[in-house]
């Protein structure tokens, strides 16, 4: 039986929207929903943003995020996407992933730009998720999206 998935997303460039569409797109019956934030929260220079990023870490301080009302426990499975700068995920993700505490289904990341910091951003996911129910291994989004 097809689990009730919702991916979720940031996008930052445009990259992680378009493999969370693809994703979406193989996906029966799933939901697509973006995670943005304000205007002028970020740089358009991708150097700066990263900076601007590493300070929110930093301050522990992080952004406000603009997401559609959502009912988490709807969903069996929640599939989140986010760039990686400097080996962890974007910071709205940080905010999402507060906001979904209490969620009893599973949940998963998928990424983009990951590089060698792959290992890092998974431990940093894990991190920021406290007591969500994450996926111990990511390759099975394949096994989802079938």
């Known amino acids: 039986m097809a689990k ?7 996008s930052w460039s445009g990259n992680t929207k378009k493999l969370a569409e693809k994703i979406y797109d193989q996906i029966e019956d799933s939901d697509l929903k973006a995670v943005e934030v304000a205007d002028g929260t970020f740089d358009d220079d991708q150097y700066k943003t990263n900076d601007i990023a590493l300070d929110q870490i930093q301050a522990n301080s992080f952004p406000d995020i603009k997401l559609d009302n959502v009912d988490f ?5 929640i599939l989140i996407g986010s760039p990686v700068w400097s080996g962890y995920p974007v910071t709205p993700i940080k905010t999402l992933l507060d906001q979904m505490q209490g969620y009893n289904g599973e949940v998963a990341s998928f990424y983009t730009s990951a590089g060698a910091n792959r290992k890092a951003y998974v431990n940093h996911f894990k991190e920021w998720a406290n007591d ?5 291994n990511d390759s099975k989004i394949d096994e989802w999206v079938k």
């Open 4 to 10: 009730n998935t919702l991916i979720l997303y940031y």
């Open 73 to 77: 426990n709807k969903y069996d499975l």
């Open 132 to 136: 969500l129910n994450v996926a111990e």
